[in-house]
């Protein structure tokens, strides 16, 4: 299994970037899949989830109103479109496969735990 992030960059706060994530090895069709990002030093933070029909989704406060996740299971891809981006967004971003339909969640945060496989990291830098 592999899942392949892209779509990161450099950007300047205001901008917009679209992160896409390929998974190969692997059929997304039961399973929810969501984007996790981290900061150097710090814990890895849920971003975002999607659930495997695609009806919920989960959003941290910090993002809501402008990140927006997709999937196509026909193309084992999902999207991750971040607009009105802010330096606080910087971080190296990782798509990930949870074990299961749902997004799991804890504390009303997206669980690592719940995850099975994790994909490469892509690096978002917004600064001007």
């Known amino acids: 299994v592999q899942l392949q992030a892209s779509g990161g960059g450099l950007v300047q706060p205001g901008g917009s970037l679209r992160l896409s994530c390929i998974v190969s090895?692997?059929?997304?069709?039961?399973?929810?899949v969501g984007w996790f990002r981290q900061v150097s030093g710090k814990e890895r933070e849920g971003v975002s989830c999607?659930?495997?029909?695609?009806?919920?989704?989960f959003y941290v406060d910090s993002v809501k109103g402008r990140f927006t996740i997709s999937r196509d299971n026909a193309k084992n891809t999902v999207w991750l479109q971040m607009n009105n981006l802010e330096p606080e967004d910087t971080a190296t971003y990782y798509c990930?496969?949870?074990?299961?339909?749902?997004?799991?969640?804890?504390?009303?945060?997206?669980?690592?735990?719940?995850?099975?496989?994790w994909g490469k990291g892509t690096q978002v830098t917004v600064s001007s």
């Open positions: 990930a496969t949870f074990k299961g339909p749902w997004c799991l969640r804890v504390a009303g945060n997206l669980d690592p735990v719940g995850v099975d496989f």
């Open positions: 090895g692997f059929t997304l069709d039961y399973y929810a």
């Open positions: 999607v659930d495997s029909s695609d009806d919920n989704t």
